[in-house]
């Protein structure tokens, strides 16, 4: 699943975030998170950990806004100055970014699922 999430295009995108989704296979019953963050990107693993456990914190605590789905979030961009932030700036910051990228994916999700009417232009 990981490699079908990677050739498909973002539902939405922050400053240094991408969201994918994938509906799930009948022969899985839960849905995943995936993410990536190339090391060329952080490269200490202590700070690409730390931003995992921050994803999987949040797929944790907001389960309505993934559905049931496979998500793959992706650091797509290193931060600027992110040796200057505090390791509880890089924690907030994180989130407040998670935060827009769900809040992007699901105003483009409720975009496409409002149902056209004939004769109505689009």
């Known amino acids: 699943m990981a490699a079908v999430l990677l050739?498909?295009?973002?539902i939405a995108q922050t400053e240094h975030l991408s969201l994918t989704l994938g509906v799930l296979p009948d022969t899985v019953s839960d849905p995943a998170l995936l993410t990536t963050v190339p090391k060329r990107f952080l490269a200490r693993a202590v700070?690409?950990?730390?931003?995992?456990?921050v994803a999987r914190e949040f797929w944790r605590r907001r389960p309505e806004s993934w559905g049931p789905n496979w998500a793959l979030i992706r650091l797509r961009?290193?931060?600027?100055?992110?040796?200057?932030?505090?390791?509880g700036?890089?924690?907030?910051?994180?989130?407040?970014?998670l935060a827009a990228l769900i809040e992007r994916s699901s105003r483009r999700q409720s975009r496409q699922t409002v149902p056209v009417q004939k004769g109505m232009v689009r």
């Open 47 to 53: 700070d690409r950990n730390q931003f995992k456990r």
């Open 7 to 10: 050739r498909r295009a973002p």
């Open 89 to 97: 700036e890089r924690m907030n910051r994180w989130r407040t970014e």
């Open 77 to 87: 961009r290193p931060p600027r100055d992110f040796s200057d932030w505090t390791r």
